[in-house]
């Protein structure tokens, strides 16, 4: 299969216990900004950044419940997802991150 460009208005399944998450990948450029504005003095808060890579590649869902209820989709409500629904997503995406891990600073030490 040749190589696929990364493109905005694309929508992909999530499938998963008999819920559908419809999300989009993230372009390395996206991506790397997100992390950037996120991270102050070489410290990188990784919970704003998945919750702005999760607004950005989320789109929408089919039968995702709270207490037996199917809610409505919201970003807000994304965030509450299992975690390794989560991570699943991240994944797919491309976003490549791994929550807790820090970037290192200017001046940081080598090993």
């Not at 993230?26 to 990188?44: E, F």
């Amino acid at each position: 299969m040749p190589i696929q460009i990364v493109k905005q208005d694309e929508r992909l399944r999530y499938e998963n216990d008999g819920s559908v998450i419809y999300y989009r990948r993230i372009p390395a450029a996206k991506r790397s900004y997100i992390v950037k504005i996120h991270t102050k003095k070489g410290k990188t808060d990784w919970g704003a950044v998945v919750r702005d890579v999760l607004e950005y590649i989320t789109l929408g869902w089919e039968n995702v419940q709270d207490s037996g209820k199917d809610i409505p989709f919201s970003i807000d409500a994304a965030m509450y997802l299992p975690d390794d629904v989560i991570g699943d997503l991240l994944d797919l995406s491309g976003a490549n991150i791994s929550k807790g891990e820090e970037t290192p600073g200017k001046n940081s030490k080598t090993t």
